[in-house]
């Protein structure tokens, strides 16, 4: 009888191959099987893997049990740690961006960074806000900080510079800013003035009017404005002094808001 399609020999061995099937040899039988061995294996690791996390998540191991606050002073370290509400919480998944906003919120916080150490612990790193000088306006005396945010339930800092504005009352609440530039500028001239012209500031004044203004031990006021060009302004302040003379200008007010411009009353 005469027999159809194709014989492989294998090794010695005839075998009648039907019609359609592909017949293979040992060795490409052998990296097939090593390749459903790899998936095999791979596959199970994966499940090991996630089985591993899914029962780090429900074990106490990785839970929170520690929290810790650092950086404070004027604030409650107890009542801070509460509020990140993580006691018990998974290291693994929990989000604390929410409680780094609530407690950046807190008017004597200047800044807040959270971070996880391992295995159990949360540390809350806190910056607060140091009062750096006293601004009066109206009948309010508030404590600012060296950016002007008011600061609650702290003391003025001794000998810190004292700004009063002209601007009438002003109803400040903590938490609340006053003009940036006015106190960047209070500072800087501050040390400027007695470093450069060998005297004293002895009265600091702000209005949105007219900016900044300072009284000076030699008797005469200087008008600065704003912090714009402020190094031209004081060394148009020394040029008209040096042309006039201290003495002279007893009981005067220099405007120097006007750059090359300044008034002399």
């Known amino acids: 009888m005469t027999r159809h ?30 390749r459903r061995m790899h998936r095999a294996l791979a596959a199970m690791s994966v499940l090991m ?54 407690i950046a919120e807190l008017s004597l916080v200047q800044s807040v960074s959270i971070e996880r150490r391992w295995p159990q612990t949360v540390r809350i790193s806190i910056v607060e806000r140091s009062p750096w000088g006293t601004w009066l306006a109206g009948d309010g005396i508030y404590v600012i900080d060296s950016e002007g945010y008011i600061l609650p339930d702290v003391a003025s800092p001794p000998g810190g510079p004292t700004i009063r504005s002209l601007n009438g009352g002003e109803d400040l609440q903590p938490g609340d800013r006053v003009d940036e530039d006015a106190v960047q500028l209070t500072s800087a001239m501050l040390e400027d003035v007695p470093a450069r012209f060998q005297m004293n500031v002895t009265t600091v004044e702000w209005s949105t009017a007219k900016g900044l203004t300072l009284k000076t031990d030699a008797g005469y006021q200087v008008v600065i404005g704003d912090s714009q060009n402020v190094d031209y302004k004081l060394a148009v302040w020394q040029q008209i002094e040096s042309q006039l003379g201290r003495e002279s200008m007893n009981g005067h007010v220099l405007d120097l808001r006007f750059g090359d411009r300044p008034s002399y009353q």
């Open 49 to 102: 893997v996630v089985a591993g996390i899914v029962g780090l998540y429900f074990s106490p191991i990785l839970r929170v049990q520690r929290v810790e606050v650092a950086g404070t002073s004027a604030l409650n370290a107890e009542e801070i740690a509460d509020m990140i509400d993580a006691q018990g919480e998974s290291m693994l998944i929990s989000d604390f961006s929410g409680a780094e906003e609530r």
């Open 5 to 34: 399609g194709p014989v492989f020999q294998k090794r010695g061995n005839r075998r009648q191959a039907m019609r359609g099937d592909v017949l293979i040899d040992d060795a490409t039988r052998r990296r097939i099987n090593r």
